[in-house]
């Protein structure tokens, strides 16, 4: 992966004001790409920012007309903005479930709604879309979590199955835990933050929390010509987690 080069290319991270997506829009400027940062706040390490609500379909397409007017049309859209609101199956609402379905899922959607015709005009693209090793798991303190990514998983299938005679090929990541301001905070909720990072750490056989850094390599290589044969897939990066599931 280290001699990788996306020179030229135009690509499009959500999530991209911080965790996973600020390490895959800096790793992607660094491999040459024009890369556009799609975020609720201000996104560094980006040719251009937009701060946008992925639940305002609007608003996307007015992201992506701009970023295709500056950069050129995007042929890589990494979508790793997300939220992950804690809850049991009974203890979530169902303003939650919805919610994070649409920003999960259906934003997902709009993305490749906006970006797709532009990947056509360039004979081909590639996406990624960040799933979660929950979406096999029973996460039962995650529950309108683990099911959205479970339908971002299926939904992955489908759009890589209707794209690819467009040459259009459709990825997604299945991370573990990932140390991010998203797991630090989750860790905050427990009576005893620094046993619930220990226990967390101790259900990864490498004996690590993933970084962010190591989710931007395989979205780089998935971005690039290496990966040139590979559509439909969920690739898990989880340190061994899906092993053992400790």
């Known amino acids: 992966m280290g001699t990788m080069s996306l020179s030229g290319r135009a690509a499009i991270v959500t999530g991209a004001a911080s965790g996973i997506g600020a390490a895959v829009a800096r790793h992607l400027r660094e491999l040459g790409a024009k ?38 049309h995007a042929t890589i859209l990494v979508h790793c903005a997300g939220v992950c609101p804690p809850g049991s199956l009974l203890e979530s609402d169902d303003a939650t479930y919805l919610d994070t379905y649409n920003v999960n899922v259906v934003s997902a959607v709009r993305l490749l709604r906006h970006c797709v015709p532009g990947m056509q005009r360039n004979s081909g693209g590639s996406v990624i879309l960040a799933s979660s090793i929950n979406a096999r798991f029973a996460t039962p303190t995650l529950a309108a979590y683990a099911a959205s990514k479970a339908a971002l998983e299926s939904l992955v299938r489908t759009a890589a199955l209707e794209l690819a005679t467009s040459q259009i090929r459709v990825n997604a990541i299945a991370p573990a835990s990932i140390d991010t301001p998203m797991l630090q905070a989750s860790f905050l909720r427990e009576t005893d933050p620094a046993l619930a990072r220990e226990r967390n750490i101790g259900r990864h056989p490498l004996g690590r929390l993933g970084v962010a850094e190591d989710v931007a390599e395989l979205v780089a290589f998935l971005a690039g010509d290496g990966s040139r044969w590979i559509t439909g897939a969920v690739i898990p990066i989880d340190g061994g987690a899906a092993v053992t599931r400790r």
């Open 35 to 72: 890369v556009a940062g799609i975020d609720l706040a201000a996104s560094s390490d980006v040719s251009l920012s937009f701060e946008v609500d992925l639940r305002d379909d609007d608003a996307i397409a007015s992201a992506v007309k701009k970023a295709s007017d500056a950069h050129g």
